[in-house]
C-alpha cells in the first residue's frame, strides 16, 4: 500500500519580501526554520486539506524529511504530548533563590525593594542542606541567584557556591548557575568571583539610550546609573576572556525606547556587537505592582509594538544577537519555567513556591519541611496539570509546542485570562527576522 501524507498540524510558512518561502514547525522549533526560493513549486505541498501519496518529487521528499510533511495516520498530538511530559518532567533541579528584597536602585515599575527582607543564615544553610540530602535524586543543578539586587550579597553567592559544589562534585552531578542583575555592582571584581562560583549566565537589564535609561533606573540617591553599568559590561568584554560566560542585556521596552531602538541598538552593537558572549532580550515593561508604574503608564506597550521593533532590526540588522528572543521559537519557548516539576524558587524568608514573585501568596512549603513540597502531589498539577489537559482551542493550535496554553501558570491557577501573544503576524515577522540574521538557513533544494 502507498503511503499518504499530509500537512503536519504544526507547519507553517510565511512569504517574504523577496518572494522565499519561509518554512517553521513549531514542534521541531529553530532548527526546521528553512528559507527557499518560491519558485520551487514549494507551496503546492502545504494545502492542510490534502493528503499526498508518497512519490520522487524532490521536493515532496525534502518536506517529508525536514518533517513538514507527516504520514497521515500519524497521532501529531501524542508526539507532543509526550515531548511536554520530557520537558516539564526534567530531572536537573532547578532553584531559585532570592538572597535580598534590598535593591540600591529605584526603578519606575519595580516594588521588589519595598519589604527590603535577607535572606538569613538558618535559610542559607537548610537549602544547602537540602541539595546535600537530596542530590542523588537529580543529574544536575542550576541555580539562579536573584533579588532584590543579589550582588549586595556577593559573600553570601559565594559562601553558599562553595558549599554546593563541592556536594555536587562529590556526587559527580554538574553544577552551574546564573544572576540576574541590574549591573551597577558588576565590576571586575565581583565577575571574577562569580566565575569562581560557576555562574556562566548574566543578565543586565539597560532600559535605552542614557537618557531614558538614567529616567527608569535610578540609584536610590536619584543618580543615574547608566556609565556605570556600561562601564562594568566594557569590562567583562575587555578584560574577561572566560569563554563560556553568557551576558544577555535586557531591554525592557516603553514607548520612548521603541521610537528610538534604531539608534540605541546601534550603539550596544558598537560596543557588544563583536564579542558573541554578548545578546540582547528584548521584553516589554508591564504593570509588576509598583506605584511608579503610574508615572510611565501612557509609555507602556503592546506585544503588536514589539513586531515594530523586530522590523527595526530586520532593517538595519547588526551582529549583536537578539538569540534569547528567538528562543521563544524552540519548543517549550513560551512556557513558564514554573511549571516544571523540579524547578522551585526560595524566599529570602525560606518559603518555597514555584513563581519568581514572591507576593502573590502561591508558596507550597518551607525550606525547613521537605515534605510538604518536594512531594508536591496536590499543588504540582495546579502547575503544570493544564499542558497536560489544554483547551480545545489550544489543543489544536499549531502553536501549542511553545507554550502548552499556559504561558503563566500563576494566572491559570487564578482563573484570570491570558492574552495569547503567539499570533500569525507576531511569529512571522519573527521567522522574517531570524532568517535575515541567519543567512545559512536560506537553502535550495532544486
Excluded at 512519490?55 to 511536554?84: C, G, M, P, S
Excluded at 562594568?232 to 563560556?244: E, P, Y
Excluded at 538569540?323 to 524568608?349: D, H, M, P, Q
Excluded at 501568596?361 to 489544554?390: E, F, R
Aim: with cysteine; proline share 2%; hydrophobic share 35%.
Amino acid at each position: 500500500m502507498v503511503s499518504k501524507y499530509k500537512l503536519s498540524m504544526f507547519t507553517t510558512y510565511t512569504v517574504n519580501e523577496r518572494n522565499e518561502i519561509i518554512l517553521y514547525n513549531s514542534l521541531q522549533g529553530l532548527e526546521s526554520v528553512k528559507c527557499v526560493n518560491s519558485g520551487t513549486d514549494v507551496e503546492k505541498w502545504l494545502n492542510n486539506e490534502k493528503c499526498y501519496e508518497a512519490n520522487d518529487n524532490k521536493i515532496f521528499k525534502w518536506l517529508v524529511n525536514n518533517n513538514y510533511l507527516v504520514e497521515d495516520d500519524t497521532d501529531e498530538k501524542a508526539q507532543r504530548n509526550a515531548k511536554i511530559a520530557n520537558l516539564l518532567e526534567d530531572n536537573t533541579l532547578h532553584l531559585t533563590i532570592h538572597l535580598t528584597e534590598c535593591c540600591n536602585f529605584r526603578c519606575e515599575y519595580c516594588n521588589v525593594w519595598e519589604n527590603g527582607g535577607n535572606i538569613s543564615n538558618e535559610t542559607e544553610k537548610s537549602i544547602v542542606q537540602f541539595i546535600r540530602h537530596n542530590i542523588y535524586k537529580y543529574k544536575g543543578v542550576y541555580i539562579d541567584w536573584f533579588g532584590g539586587e543579589p550582588l549586595l550579597k556577593i559573600d553570601t553567592i559565594v559562601r553558599m557556591s562553595k558549599s554546593i559544589i563541592d556536594i555536587c562534585k562529590a556526587a559527580k552531578k554538574p553544577y552551574c548557575a546564573g544572576i540576574t542583575t541590574n549591573g551597577y555592582l558588576l565590576t571586575l571584581e565581583n565577575v571574577q568571583k562569580l566565575i569562581g562560583c560557576r555562574v556562566v549566565d548574566i543578565c543586565v537589564t539597560i532600559d535605552g539610550n542614557k537618557d531614558i535609561h538614567n529616567s527608569m533606573r535610578k540609584l536610590v540617591s536619584g543618580e543615574g546609573t547608566y556609565d556605570v553599568i556600561i562601564n562594568n559590561l566594557m569590562g567583562i568584554k575587555k578584560k574577561i576572556q572566560n569563554r563560556f560566560l553568557e551576558v544577555t542585556i535586557r531591554v525592557n521596552l516603553t514607548k520612548d525606547i521603541v521610537d528610538s531602538f534604531d539608534i540605541f541598538y546601534n550603539e550596544l552593537d558598537e560596543k557588544f556587537g563583536n564579542d558573541i558572549r554578548f545578546s540582547v532580550f528584548i521584553k516589554k515593561v508591564n504593570d509588576w505592582g509598583a506605584e511608579g508604574v503610574d508615572n510611565i503608564r501612557d509609555k507602556l506597550i503592546c506585544y503588536t509594538d514589539i513586531v515594530d521593533v523586530f522590523e527595526k532590526i530586520k532593517r538595519n540588522p547588526k551582529k549583536l544577537s537578539i538569540k534569547e528572543n528567538f528562543s521563544e521559537l524552540e519548543f517549550g519557548g513560551r512556557c513558564c519555567t514554573a511549571s516544571r516539576r523540579n524547578n522551585y524558587t526560595i524566599y529570602t524568608n525560606g518559603m518555597v513556591g514555584r513563581c519568581e514573585n514572591p507576593t502573590n501568596g502561591m508558596t507550597i512549603g518551607h525550606i525547613n519541611d521537605v515534605s510538604t513540597w518536594l512531594t508536591d502531589y496536590v499543588n504540582y498539577p495546579k502547575w503544570c496539570g493544564q499542558a497536560y489537559n489544554m483547551p480545545n482551542r489550544c489543543d489544536d493550535c499549531l502553536m501549542s509546542p511553545l507554550c502548552f496554553s499556559q504561558e503563566c501558570p500563576k494566572l491559570v491557577i487564578e482563573k484570570e485570562k491570558q492574552d495569547c501573544i503567539l499570533t500569525d503576524t507576531y511569529i512571522k515577522r519573527m521567522l522574517e527576522l531570524f532568517v535575515v540574521l541567519n543567512e545559512e538557513r536560506s537553502i535550495n533544494i532544486e
